[in-house]
């Protein structure tokens, strides 16, 4: 659906595969709904190739190039009411809106629900599904229209962190190839993700702490590793053994999905997603970098990853890389283009009152191992 040529989404994929390039406000939904996350460069630029095509009237949005419903389409339901084409449509501008909210913008986005006010009838009744650009009035013939009332309704609601439309999967279909050099200077490694897939958390920390609260997560591979980066909410981490101390622990299904026992539980008592039967980890208090098979029923020690650097993070901004060898991840030592496995990407915290260690937030990807020339499966891009 991404245009690169353009930078913006195309209205629809063919019947017949091809592309309906038509810039169409109506794919603002991906970025409503949450499909797309408002803070990535590619809602950004579609968002203003939108308003360059299609803004009018101050904060009005058309459905899309060229429109002539309401003007001269012979399925107009009252003839040529809008005087001209692309009149705004009232539910695109809340769209607007509301991309606007998600990333903070709340003067913006009241600009846009101020329109909104404006264009509507008489004692603020509801307008119909478009506003003439011409006359700047709500086209009668479908005054008070509830779904763009609603979307008022909704948009409102949002500016004032009374609603979330967002809708963020329990897990993500993710594979990207590329190799990351991770060094023990995180700031400089950070460049190297800017077209590598991010996927969005689903949920909170249990403790409330941004520093163990997962905003996003980054995944790619070569033939010999994994590379996972995590962002987290707050922008920074403790230093090396200062409190609150925390962990990066990543549970794995077997990529070639042996027979060695597995656990639904993570170290701590929290629930993954899928069973896992290994896990890897370093802790903030530790140089150590640690697998962890399933034995007698529990987490056990196996022993020590020496091969590659041990994870690194970055206190100043929150973000965390690991380097997981494919082969701690695969019974038989390696893993093979098209092999997958369920992940879980955990972060634990210890409870600086009580010392107590827990998950407190953990997002679940479903892997697949790529190769080079393969299409990715695409998240988000910075």
């Known amino acids: 659906m991404w245009n690169s040529a353009n930078g913006y989404f195309n209205r629809a994929v063919t019947t017949g595969g091809g592309t309906n390039t038509l810039v169409d406000s109506s794919s603002d939904a991906a ?3 949450g499909m797309i996350d408002a803070l990535s460069s590619r809602a950004s630029s579609h968002i203003s190739t939108i308003l360059s095509h299609l803004q009018h009237d101050g904060y009005g949005v058309a459905r899309y190039d060229g429109d002539t419903f309401y003007y001269t389409s012979p399925y107009s339901p009252a003839g040529n ?17 509301l991309y606007n909210i998600y990333k903070g913008d709340l003067t913006t986005a009241l600009s846009y629900l101020q329109w909104m006010v404006s264009r509507s009838g008489v004692g603020y009744m509801a307008p119909g599904e478009a506003v003439s650009r011409i006359t700047l009035k709500p086209l009668p013939s479908t005054m008070i229209e509830p779904v763009t009332a609603a979307w008022f309704v909704l948009t409102a609601l949002a500016y004032e962190g009374k609603a979330d439309i967002r809708i963020t999967p329990p897990q993500y279909n993710v594979g990207a190839f590329k190799t990351i050099n991770v060094t023990s200077t995180v700031a400089n490694d950070l460049p190297q993700y800017s077209n590598v897939p991010y996927y969005l958390d689903n949920n909170g920390s249990v403790s409330g702490s941004g520093d163990t609260d997962i905003q996003r997560v980054y995944i790619s591979n070569d033939a010999s590793n994994l590379y996972i980066r995590i962002k987290n909410m707050s922008g920074h981490l403790s230093a090396y053994n200062t409190a609150p101390k925390f962990g990066v622990n990543v549970y794995a299904e ?21 069973a896992a039967q290994y896990m890897i980890g370093r802790w903030s208090d530790s140089n150590n970098y640690a697998v962890f098979k399933v034995s007698g029923g529990a987490w056990t020690f196996d022993h020590f990853i020496t091969g590659v650097i041990a994870p690194q993070w ?35 915290r210890q409870n600086p009152s009580t010392s107590v260690w827990s998950e407190d937030d953990m997002q679940a990807v479903h892997d697949r191992i790529m190769t080079s020339g393969e299409a990715w499966f695409y998240g988000n891009v910075e």
């Open 31 to 33: 970025i409503v709904y």
């Open 254 to 274: 077997d990529y070639k999905h042996g027979t060695a026992a597995s656990l639904p539980t993570a170290m701590y008592g929290g629930a993954l997603d899928h």
């Open 314 to 348: 970055d206190p100043n901004t929150g973000n965390i890389e690991m380097v997981i060898p494919l082969s701690e991840l695969s019974s038989a030592g390696s893993a093979a283009t098209g092999d997958f496995s369920n992940l879980t990407v955990s972060l634990v």
């Open 81 to 97: 009411e809008a005087q001209s084409d692309e009149p705004s449509w009232p539910q695109m501008s809340a769209y607007v809106a």
